[in-house]
C-alpha cells in the first residue's frame, strides 16, 4: 500500500521560509515521477515543482528561484524548500507520485 505524508506546513509572515517534507512507503521515488502540486481555495490544483522520471525539474514560473526540491532517496523522501514566501503562495500543498498517488496535502499560510 503506498502511502505519501507531508509534513511541515504552517503558517508564516511574508517574506519567510517553510520546508515540507513528504515520507513514501510502498514506493520507491526515485523510480517514479514525484513532486508537490498546491490547491488554494476556489481554484485548481497546480503543479509547483516535480521531478520528472530522468531527474529533471520542473517548477512552476512564479516559484522560480523561491522553491526548491530536493530529494533524500535513502529516506524515500523529498522536499520542498520554499524561501521568499508571499500570500500567494498560501494553498494546500500536497506530495503526488507516479501519477496516481497523493498525500493528505498540508497547509502553508503566508500572512501580509
Known amino acids: 500500500q503506498v502511502q505519501l505524508v507531508e509534513s511541515g506546513g504552517g503558517l508564516v509572515q511574508a517574506g519567510g521560509s517553510l520546508r515540507l517534507s513528504c515520507a513514501a512507503s510502498?514506493?520507491?521515488?526515485?523510480?517514479?515521477?514525484r513532486g508537490w502540486y498546491r490547491q488554494a481555495p476556489g481554484k485548481q490544483r497546480e503543479l509547483v515543482a516535480r521531478?520528472?522520471?530522468?531527474?529533471?525539474?520542473r517548477y512552476k514560473d512564479s516559484v522560480k528561484g523561491r522553491f526548491t526540491i530536493s530529494a533524500d532517496n535513502a529516506k524515500n523522501t523529498i522536499y520542498l524548500q520554499m524561501n521568499s514566501l508571499k500570500p500567494e503562495d498560501t494553498a494546500v500543498y500536497y506530495c503526488?507520485?507516479?501519477?496516481?498517488?497523493w498525500g493528505q496535502g498540508t497547509q502553508v499560510t503566508v500572512s501580509s
Open positions: 503526488q507520485a507516479a501519477v496516481n498517488y
Open positions: 510502498g514506493i520507491t521515488f526515485s523510480t517514479n515521477g
Open positions: 521531478f520528472n522520471r530522468d531527474g529533471s525539474t
